[in-house]
């Protein structure tokens, strides 16, 4: 008897062991925001491009921390001064099953700049390149120019098949018809406004996902999306709104995942006008913009506590700035901390720039675009009115505050003298910020697009381009470090913090939090 | 009555124009939809091209009536996020609106009439104060408030039925609804309740006060002295007669259910047409707000169109065609 129930057991235990890979494993994914097409050149926007990431590779893929590692090429190098070879993957094969090989990748570099109807495609990263086949596996990518930031480039866009993509439109891959990749999930279902389903690609060159099906689904009321998770009719959202972080730490049916973002919160101040339009002497009259005197620039620095913001306002959920990205990423500076909350330091500064009084000023911001906007721009104006610069406070939806911000005033000039503004450097280093916040607003280079303060410094510029010339990674750093160092001593901008963002997940799962805040099912593990 | 709908129908094609003007150029004030759509690596140049390529660099007047040209041939515009056109975009999520405004209409309805006639035909009963409070309270609680309470009961805390999202659909006669299976009806009953709640209290009003007032009325009283059955007096005499205002009310509200469900929709992450409105209002689709708004328009002068016509057969006295519109 004995006997024939340890058998039993022995085949129970077998069957099981056999059962267990087979059992499917569903993964329901709430997003904070809704990705507007399967296309992965339609829009060069976050939520459209974590979403291609499941059913697309790039060359380069980035990690968690958006360093750069081998995807659908296996090795990159420059072979002169104006040329990049990019080895392929061999043996890697596409949904519907047909090879991938250089024609693809160069058929991507026509595709990706010319989608009909684009809002905005990947130009940015992609003008000026061409790309040449020299084999199946081998590509040369040529720049007029010395270019060293072409693996970071080359980690932006999707490659798509030459087969499916060459006379597909965007509805297309909508219907999932073009919507053959090579990447860890392939297309099941698009439901607009509801929902995407994606299948794990069993033959998927990398890692090959835990989860057998992925739903992900926009949920962008951040109260519905919490309660979609409690309910459990959701695995993990993202975006947890900070007001629930303390409450759903304590539920013991749900775990956090966070990470440091690559987004700086930081302040602009009008560094051009000698008569900025919100800047006016104690009481109301004119003032020669104080804004452009260093002491007066590092006074409202000193006079910010940036411990009480993040304590405060962000509920512990952020890291206090001192320069643009966090450390750990390349190109920023080891020897810049945070500026230190010291009142007294503020109002003697500014008694010697013969500002004993103060004066007043107007702090403009977003209150739907970053974490606590609103909040935090309530919070700097009331710090330094403390020191006698009377600040007001004046928020807007991003949609209009963008345009006033870049270009409301006469002539397209910023609005605004003093302004809260968030940077996430989309190519994970230092050059992004720099050449697009710090350096001269200059249309001709194409830099300083987003310089909505207009700092300019000659020294600062030559040092940005020099280094955007560079391919020598290590002069690289040290350059872009030497140029954030001397912006921040200038008081080009002042950061205040950087974001972290906070995934939700039922326990037993956990998110691999990325620096890029994408939402992307490959980054979610068991425990 | 034809020449009525037909008189009837070109006032509604004016009614359009004039709402489209104001609708684009009001929404042409607001902001700049290329800070929405560009990437912030994008240098000046693509900022310039992302502004030609949507055609904004043109004058607001030009742009307006290069729309009218299309709008003529039916072409309502792109979306700048979708790059689809607007039209066939509010067309495929308005089936996801129409079901939940349907339920939401006959929650009102099955609800909302019999709840109303009781609270009329016995003015003093507990059962009716009770009816009334409650009445008060759907009114006066903001949607959004009892949407996220319901998510928290039935959902977080009983987890009896789904917290958001719309459940599967089927196929039967040609209608691909979620009513017509088990997991969407359970989807659906949260936030069609919610979005119900309000107008269930209306019509409970609604019908109370009609009711009061017709029980005192000669017909009434000549109908019971006659000897029919209070049966008969109530359902066929009573109620044909205060049916006629809670139609009007109805029909309007229908429209305002499918137009303006946006607070439903987007707290229960439903895939309909409001969601797809305030996105469109937050992320500046010009061309989307402009057609939605123009369908609205339409639909609603329909709905009062349908409203006249329903009223003529429930009131003998109504003539269509007699009325000077």
Redesign the interface.
Known sequence: MSRVRILFAAVFAVLLAYAAPAIAKDIKIGLAS?P??IDPH????SPNNALARHLFDRLVHTDENQALVPGLAVSWKPVNDTTWEFKLREGVKWHDGSPFTADDVVFTFTRAVNV?????GF??YLKGKEAVKVDDHTVHIKTPKPYPLMPNDMSTFSIVSKKNGEKAS??DYNSGKAAIGTGPFKFKQY?????FVYVRNDDYWGDKPVWTEVTL?????S??RV??L????VDMIAQVPTTDIERLKKDPKIALSQGVSNRVIYLHLDHDRDKSPFVKAKGGGDIKNPLKDQRVRTAISKSINRDAIVNRVMEDVAIKAGQLLPKGFFGVSPKLKPVDFDPEGAKKLLADAGLKDGFELTIHGPN?RYINDAKIAEAVAQMLTRVGIKTAVETM???????RA?RGGPDKTPEFSFILVG??A??GEAS?PLK?LIHTHD?SK??G??NRGRYSNPEVDKLIETALATVDDAKRQDLLAKATEVAIGDVAIIPLHYQVNTWGTRKGLKYKARTDEATMAVGVVEE | MTAYVIRRLMQSVVVVLIMSVIVFFGVNVVGDPVDMLINPEADQEDIENAIRALGLDKPVGEQYLYFLKNAFSGNLGRSFIFGEPALQLIVQRMPATLELAIAALLMAVFIGIPLGLYAGLKPDSSTSRTIMAGSILGFSLPTFWVGLMMIMVFAVMLGWLPSTGRGETATFLGITTSLFTLNGLQHILMPALNLALLKISLVIRLTRAGTREAVHQDYIKFARAKGLSPHRVVFVHLLKNILIPVVTVIGLEFGSLVAFSVVTETIFAWPGMGKLLIDSIQQLDRPVIVAYLIIIVLMFVTLNLIVDILYSILDPRVRLGEREA
């Open positions: 809704e507007t097409s339609f829009h060069n926007l009909p109807n684009s809002p905005s130009g940015t965007t509805e439901v607009p406004g509801d929902k689904k926009p949920i962008k009321s109260p519905s309660a979609a409690l309910a459990g009719d739907d939806p991003r949609s209009v505050y963008f345009k870049s940077w996430g989309g190519s992004s697009s249309k194409g830099f697009a987003s």
